[in-house]
């Protein structure tokens, strides 16, 4: 009898684990450390504007030894570049009077939140500043390792760039990307949030930006210009690896 009791005890407990293993799997990620907020720009500098992209690129790279600088064509049709992500108005103005100081910048002005439309309660504006923003490099050539609107975007670097000019910050890579943000289910996909791909049994080696009816825009790989997709393409539908929200 007893052995008999502890039989049904064992049978119960494998039940009891496969359904929690189960369950498990049908739920989307937890929040934990690995995901990382949402990080909004809020002041930042602007330092020059240039005619020339190979001038602007140059700065930004000078730049780039002391600050997060980065270059893009506005507009007007002139290639600015920006630095930073200051908490107050007071620390921004601040570092560019330093830099002004020490001979790294020259003229400079203060870009306020105020210019990315970055309020929660103006999140689907920015959805569509993000799907405008990636319409417009539509054509730009694929290129390992860049994040340049003139010299070409890999997949994470087309989407860091889109992402930066409508004030969010992003990580570099698609890997670190698919740790930023909020789970969203594939069903609930809004314009701007950002849809990754993985080879068979491999990480998240792929990213692109979601824009409505189960298209998006991505830089998708050598030979090839940023596009739109499909997601329900047979390729991508196989290879979907998941979603991240960021508003």
């Known amino acids: 009898m007893l052995k008999h009791s502890n039989f049904l005890v064992i049978i119960f407990c494998i039940i009891c684990l496969f359904a929690c293993v189960t369950k498990a799997h049908l739920k989307p990620p937890p929040l934990t450390k690995e995901y990382i907020k949402t990080e909004f720009v809020e002041y930042s500098i602007q330092a020059g504007a240039f ?3 190979k001038n602007a690129d140059a700065y ?3 730049l780039d030894k002391y600050v997060d600088a980065f270059s893009f064509k506005d507009k007007d049709g002139f290639f600015k570049v920006r630095f930073g992500n200051f908490s107050s108005k007071k620390v921004a103005l601040k570092r560019a009077r330093q ?4 001979n790294i910048i020259d003229a400079y002005f203060l870009v306020v939140p105020e210019k990315y439309d970055n309020d929660h309660i103006r999140a689907l504006k920015i959805r569509e500043q993000i799907v405008k923003e990636a319409e417009n490099y539509i054509g730009v050539p694929y290129s390992w390792g860049g994040n340049s609107s003139v010299t070409g975007f890999d997949c994470s670097g087309f989407t860091l760039s889109v992402f930066r000019k409508s004030g969010i910050m992003l ?5 670190q990307q698919f740790k930023t943000g909020v789970f969203v289910p594939r069903k609930n996909l809004q314009k701007g949030d950002l849809v990754f791909f993985k080879k068979m049994g491999r990480k998240v080696s792929h990213v692109g930006i979601y824009i409505g009816n189960q298209r998006f825009i991505h830089s998708p790989g050598k030979g090839k210009t940023v596009c739109y997709q499909f997601l329900n393409s047979s ?3 196989k290879h979907y690896a998941g979603a991240r929200t960021f508003l």
């Open 99 to 102: 830099l002004k100081s020490d």
């Open 235 to 237: 390729y991508y539908k």
């Open 51 to 53: 005619q020339s992209f």
């Open 60 to 62: 930004s790279r000078k």
């Open 171 to 175: 990580p570099r890579t698609s890997k």
